[in-house]
């Protein structure tokens, strides 16, 4: 275990040695742009993993229920393969108008600030 000298206390900084963390505006509106971009990229990932987590969800739900009631193996699968599907539609017609709305919204802040 080494310490430290007498003469540097451990939180001391040398002189010198810190950046200059002025940035130039632009720089930072580009790495704000960037950092946007990235976060609606992810933000509609998640979405669309949710939608898929619970479509799954939703067609072992009826699966496993009709097969509790002992309901013929046919019937219940073809039950669950139309609410899954029904599911997932609904859950990407969501995302898509979502989306939509906000480009639209987007759009009309953007027109009105122009006026």
């Known amino acids: 275990m080494m310490r430290n000298s007498p003469a ?3 939180h001391a900084r040398p002189a010198g ?3 200059d963390l002025d940035l130039d505006p632009t720089i930072e509106a580009l790495i704000e742009a960037r950092a946007a971009s ?3 990229h992810q933000a ?3 979405r669309f993993r949710l939608v898929t987590i619970e479509t799954l969800m939703m067609g072992a739900l009826i699966l496993c229920a009709g097969l509790a009631l002992h ?7 073809r039950a669950a393969i ?3 599907a029904g599911c997932f539609a609904s859950g990407m017609l969501l995302i ?3 989306g939509a709305f906000d480009r639209g ?3 009309f802040t953007r027109w009105r600030r122009g006026q």
């Open 8 to 10: 540097s206390p451990p």
């Open 17 to 19: 040695t810190q950046l």
């Open 82 to 84: 139309m609410v899954s």
């Open 71 to 77: 309901q013929p193996a046919a019937m219940v699968l």
């Open 38 to 40: 990235l976060a609606q």
């Open 44 to 46: 509609l990932f998640w």
């Open 96 to 98: 898509g108008l979502t």
């Open 105 to 107: 919204l987007d759009h």
